[in-house]
């Protein structure tokens, strides 16, 4: 009996896992950086080890048991690989794990893990500096949006990214050095169109609650699909809410799944809820402070977001840019409401205006957001009939936190 209890007791004894990682701030965001070859062969075989790594197993909303921070924004995972193709130097995949929930989603880029690859394949050996360079671009391919992204990082006197420096971004407290990171020919990058809709306004109908209710909104995909809702339309009864608020929260997923639909990313609802990475939401609104073009309240996995998603920067940008769109109605002066009525994201009010045409050169377009703003290089080539996302660029930094094992069960 006891030597049948001991078999048994060996028998179900866990193995514990050994996964080489570098956990990395970057921009707003943090993750783990892995090399690829340190993971299954098969991306469908991810899965389990990132959520056994990052603490999501068993739905565990906490993370406690891995090395994930409990938010959305620090359950990220980013992937990396020597590229065979001879348009980039490194291959990334992102990897949105999520918190509360066994899913890990590919579906879509993340920008701000995106600025750590560049410092992450110097420091790894991935991409190494001629003698004597302080500054190289590391071309990298995503995977999840099969897009290009061009990084400008500075090299230290070791070849090893230049991490400390004076450039300062909102969300983060002390300075870095400068990572410009350029998304190139980022329209379509999941749905392999600008307007995955064909317009560039859209009446999105929410059923959803006991009052139906209608809101406009610019679906635009480029370096990520978006939802941009133009505040004023918002439902009267969320004029009391807040955006952390949990009715404030519903209100925009059942919005979020409604473009998801009319975007053709989904189905129906259930298929819509089913994918939360993709498409993202934001509310835009004019901005009242001095030098913004707009202001935004993101939303990710269903939360509030803490600043903007670096791809929603890029995103939104090209956006503002572009005639006829939401944000681009928003930005114009003609938008911008009297100081008596100057508007939350809660207020209820449809507006109207013609907005004027853009030049089409490069412009560098500030966002407003809950954690400060950030400023965007968007260069649009604007056609008779339609818009050619060229290249945007944003500024971001990052930082090693520390290199070694995560170890998990699986």
Same mark, same amino acid.
Not at 269 to 275: G, I, K, L, T, V
């Given at each position: 009996?006891?030597?049948?209890?001991q078999?048994?007791t060996?028998?179900?004894?866990r193995?514990?896992?050994?996964l080489?990682?570098?956990?990395?701030?970057?921009?707003?965001s943090?993750?783990l950086?892995?090399?690829?070859?340190?993971l299954?062969?098969?991306?469908?075989?991810?899965?389990r080890?990132?959520?056994?790594?990052m603490?999501s197993?068993?739905?565990?909303p +906490?993370?406690?048991?891995?090395v994930?921070?409990?938010?959305? @924004?620090?359950?990220?995972?980013?992937?990396?690989?020597?590229?065979? +193709?001879?348009?980039?130097?490194? #291959?990334?995949?992102f990897?949105?794990? &999520?918190v509360?929930?066994e899913?890990?989603?590919?579906?879509?880029? $993340?920008?701000?893990?995106? &600025? %750590?690859?560049?410092?992450f394949?110097?420091d #790894?050996?991935l991409?190494i500096?001629?003698? %004597?360079?302080?500054?190289?671009?590391?071309?990298?391919?995503n995977?999840?949006?099969?897009?290009?992204?061009?990084?400008?990082?500075?090299?230290?006197?070791n070849?090893?990214? #230049?991490?400390d420096?004076?450039?300062?971004?909102?969300g983060?407290?002390?300075?870095g050095?400068?990572?410009?990171?350029?998304?190139?020919?980022p329209a379509?990058?999941?749905? %392999?169109?600008?307007? /995955?809709?064909?317009?560039?306004?859209?009446?999105?109908?929410?059923?959803?609650?006991? @009052? /139906?209710? @209608?809101?406009q909104?610019?679906?635009?995909?480029?370096?990520?699909p978006?939802?941009?809702?133009?505040?004023? @339309?918002l439902?009267?009864?969320?004029?009391?809410?807040?955006?952390?608020?949990?009715?404030?929260?519903?209100?925009?997923e059942?919005?979020?799944r409604a473009?998801?639909?009319k975007?053709?990313?989904?189905?129906n609802q259930?298929?819509?809820?089913?994918?939360? %990475?993709t498409?993202?939401?934001a509310?835009?609104?004019? &901005?009242s402070s001095?030098g913004?073009?707009?202001?935004?309240q993101s939303?990710?996995?269903?939360k509030p977001?803490?600043s903007l998603?670096?791809?929603?920067?890029v995103?939104?940008?090209?956006?503002?840019?572009?005639d006829?769109?939401?944000p681009?109605?928003?930005s114009t002066?003609e938008?911008l409401?009297t100081?008596?009525?100057?508007?939350?994201?809660?207020?209820?009010?449809?507006m109207?205006?013609?907005a004027?045409?853009?030049?089409?050169k490069?412009?560098a377009?500030?966002?407003?957001? /809950?954690?400060?703003s950030?400023?965007v290089?968007?260069d649009v080539?604007?056609l008779?009939s339609?818009?050619?996302?060229?290249? $945007?660029?944003?500024? +971001?930094?990052?930082?090693r936190?520390f #290199?070694g094992?995560?170890?998990?069960?699986?």
């Amino acid at each position: 009996m006891g030597v049948h209890m001991q078999e048994t007791t060996l028998k179900r004894k866990r193995v514990r896992h050994v996964l080489p990682a570098v956990l990395m701030r970057a921009g707003t965001s943090k993750g783990l950086f892995i090399h690829r070859k340190d993971l299954p062969a098969s991306q469908d075989q991810w899965v389990r080890p990132l959520l056994a790594a990052m603490g999501s197993k068993n739905n565990e909303p +906490r993370q406690i048991d891995g090395v994930g921070g409990a938010t959305s @924004t620090t359950s990220k995972v980013a992937i990396i690989s020597p590229s065979q +193709r001879s348009d980039a130097d490194v #291959e990334y995949t992102f990897a949105q794990v &999520s918190v509360g929930m066994e899913t890990v989603d590919f579906s879509g880029n $993340c920008g701000n893990m995106a &600025s %750590g690859v560049g410092p992450f394949a110097l420091d #790894e050996r991935l991409v190494i500096a001629d003698p %004597g360079v302080r500054q190289v671009e590391v071309r990298i391919f995503n995977t999840n949006t099969s897009r290009i992204m061009v990084e400008t990082v500075d090299v230290d006197e070791n070849d090893h990214f #230049e991490e400390d420096g004076l450039y300062d971004m909102a969300g983060v407290v002390d300075s870095g050095r400068q990572v410009h990171v350029a998304f190139v020919d980022p329209a379509g990058s999941v749905t %392999g169109a600008l307007f /995955p809709s064909g317009n560039r306004v859209e009446e999105l109908t929410v059923s959803t609650f006991d @009052t /139906p209710f @209608t809101v406009q909104a610019t679906l635009v995909d480029a370096a990520n699909p978006f939802v941009f809702v133009n505040a004023f @339309t918002l439902p009267t009864w969320l004029s009391a809410a807040m955006p952390q608020d949990q009715l404030y929260v519903d209100t925009v997923e059942c919005i979020r799944r409604a473009g998801a639909i009319k975007m053709n990313m989904a189905n129906n609802q259930e298929e819509a809820a089913a994918r939360r %990475g993709t498409p993202k939401i934001a509310i835009v609104w004019p &901005s009242s402070s001095p030098g913004m073009d707009i202001q935004v309240q993101s939303f990710s996995m269903g939360k509030p977001h803490p600043s903007l998603q670096l791809t929603g920067a890029v995103c939104l940008g090209a956006a503002v840019c572009i005639d006829g769109t939401v944000p681009n109605l928003l930005s114009t002066s003609e938008a911008l409401p009297t100081p008596e009525r100057t508007p939350s994201p809660n207020n209820a009010e449809t507006m109207y205006c013609k907005a004027p045409a853009t030049s089409g050169k490069t412009r560098a377009v500030t966002v407003k957001h /809950p954690g400060g703003s950030i400023s965007v290089d968007a260069d649009v080539l604007l056609l008779e009939s339609s818009s050619h996302v060229v290249q $945007c660029t944003v500024s +971001r930094t990052a930082r090693r936190l520390f #290199e070694g094992n995560v170890l998990y069960y699986n």
